[in-house]
């Protein structure tokens, strides 16, 4: 994930753990109005590795969380979103996505029901949309309290992260993917849900900002654990195939083009009932026209986001919207939206890179398999 330019002239927010991250030798850069860190001495590749072996340590307080709540909150937030949160019981998560008028997504989110007599949601957002986020729920859902909460959020992944966190949360590791539960912790509540975006088994951690040092000084006690930045995260989400709102995600896609239609409820595909349905039903029943594909070149240097993709024939045929190089595959990966006509494993388009033609071969999605905990019956 490179860090986006600083075009603000107001002061970069610092996160709660900032003083631990530098004490730790991360390197700091600006990333949607925080001073995050992108990496730490040990490097990317290290820690995106490290990361897929055994946990990596990752500091996502940027992103925003809130709670909406009230009576018909599910139902109501349905009116902006495809996936069915009536039908979510309560201490469970569900990745959906904001719809504009016309079906584009606004951004993408995890909403969790919380246990309880009133129906609360937990929403996170991604940081550079939260403000936008909170405007536009607020303005068509004005009934409903929407209340942000000041948590820091802390990812945990990587094949040792149950074992790591239930030595100080017992009982977590009984958790499965997309679970949620609140833990305590001294005299506050944790809240954890089984989740991430790195496609590892893992863990997000929301707890007090006042809280969060210690806490995580606490696990990265356990020489299992390792920080990691920014860069890790987004090496470990592109190989993923996880999509990143701002490049693979904007107002002009819709879910089915972004390969997210597994995202949208059976009730609500035949319902419809949130922005859009027009054309993501449509979409659903006759496939959309273009499609999120991964992209592998034959080249060793990556093909990076806004390359133009041409068919062999030198047809437009689409473009770039993440590119890097892949620690764990050793070479270059992509993703891109091409015409559907080109969309099918094992075609072949044609981008440029430092003035030579590369060929790109589409490929199936992800690039490393996930590994989320579902229990076997």
């Known amino acids: 994930?490179?860090?986006?330019?600083?075009?603000?002239?107001?002061?970069?927010?610092?996160?709660?753990?900032?003083?631990?991250?530098?004490?730790?030798?991360?390197?700091?850069?600006?990333?949607?109005?925080?001073?995050?860190?992108?990496?730490?001495?040990?490097?990317?590749?290290?820690?995106?590795?490290?990361?897929?072996?055994?946990?990596?340590?990752?500091?996502?307080?940027?992103?925003?969380?809130?709670?909406?709540?009230?009576?018909?909150?599910?139902?109501?937030?349905?009116?902006?979103?495809?996936?069915?949160?009536?039908?979510?019981?309560?201490?469970?998560t569900r990745y959906t996505q904001l719809l504009n008028d016309k079906g584009g997504i606004l951004d993408d989110l995890m909403a969790t029901r919380l246990p309880g007599v009133e129906e609360r949601l937990l929403l996170v957002v991604n940081a550079a949309r939260k403000a936008q986020d909170y405007a536009f729920i607020r303005e068509r859902l004005p009934q409903f309290?929407?209340?942000?909460?000041?948590?820091?959020?802390?990812?945990?992944?990587?094949?040792?992260?149950?074992?790591?966190?239930?030595?100080?949360?017992?009982?977590?590791?009984?958790?499965?993917?997309?679970?949620?539960?609140?833990?305590?912790?001294?005299?506050?509540?944790?809240?954890?849900?089984?989740?991430?975006?790195?496609?590892?088994?893992?863990?997000?951690?929301?707890?007090?900002?006042?809280?969060?040092?210690?806490?995580?000084?606490?696990?990265?006690?356990?020489?299992?654990?390792?920080?990691?930045?920014?860069?890790?995260?987004?090496?470990?989400?592109?190989?993923?195939?996880?999509?990143?709102?701002?490049?693979?995600?904007?107002?002009?896609?819709?879910?089915?083009?972004?390969?997210?239609?597994?995202?949208?409820?059976?009730?609500?595909?035949?319902?419809g009932g949130f922005p859009g349905f027009a054309r993501i039903s449509a979409a659903l029943r006759d496939g959309p026209a273009r499609r999120r594909v991964g992209l592998l070149p034959q080249s060793k240097a990556p093909v990076r986001e806004g390359a133009m993709l041409v068919s062999t024939s030198g047809e437009l045929a689409g473009h770039v919207t993440s590119g890097g190089f892949s620690p764990t595959l050793q070479r270059a990966i992509a993703m891109g939206y091409v015409a559907s006509k080109h969309a099918n494993k094992g075609a072949q388009v044609v981008s440029e890179l430092r003035g030579n033609r590369v060929a790109l071969d589409v490929a199936p999605l992800p690039f490393v398999s996930h590994r989320y905990f579902k229990p076997t019956a």
């Open 1 to 92: 994930m490179t860090a986006e330019p600083n075009l603000q002239t107001a002061p970069l927010a610092h996160l709660p753990l900032d003083a631990l991250h530098r004490s730790l030798g991360a390197r700091m850069a600006p990333f949607a109005g925080y001073d995050m860190p992108v990496q730490y001495a040990s490097g990317i590749v290290s820690e995106t590795l490290h990361t897929r072996q055994k946990a990596g340590l990752f500091d996502v307080s940027h992103m925003g969380q809130a709670i909406l709540a009230g009576a018909g909150a599910a139902a109501a937030l349905e009116s902006l979103v495809p996936a069915d949160l009536v039908g979510l019981a309560p201490g469970h």
């Open 145 to 271: 309290d929407l209340l942000p909460l000041n948590r820091a959020l802390i990812a945990l992944q990587g094949p040792r992260a149950a074992a790591v966190l239930g030595a100080l949360l017992p009982g977590v590791e009984d958790l499965s993917f997309m679970d949620w539960r609140a833990f305590e912790e001294g005299p506050t509540s944790v809240f954890v849900s089984r989740s991430g975006y790195t496609g590892e088994d893992g863990f997000e951690i929301s707890i007090r900002s006042e809280n969060a040092e210690t806490f995580v000084k606490a696990l990265l006690d356990n020489e299992d654990v390792q920080p990691a930045g920014l860069g890790a995260r987004d090496a470990l989400r592109l190989e993923a195939g996880l999509p990143l709102y701002g490049h693979d995600l904007d107002e002009t896609i819709d879910p089915v083009e972004a390969g997210l239609a597994w995202s949208i409820g059976k009730r609500r595909r035949a319902e």
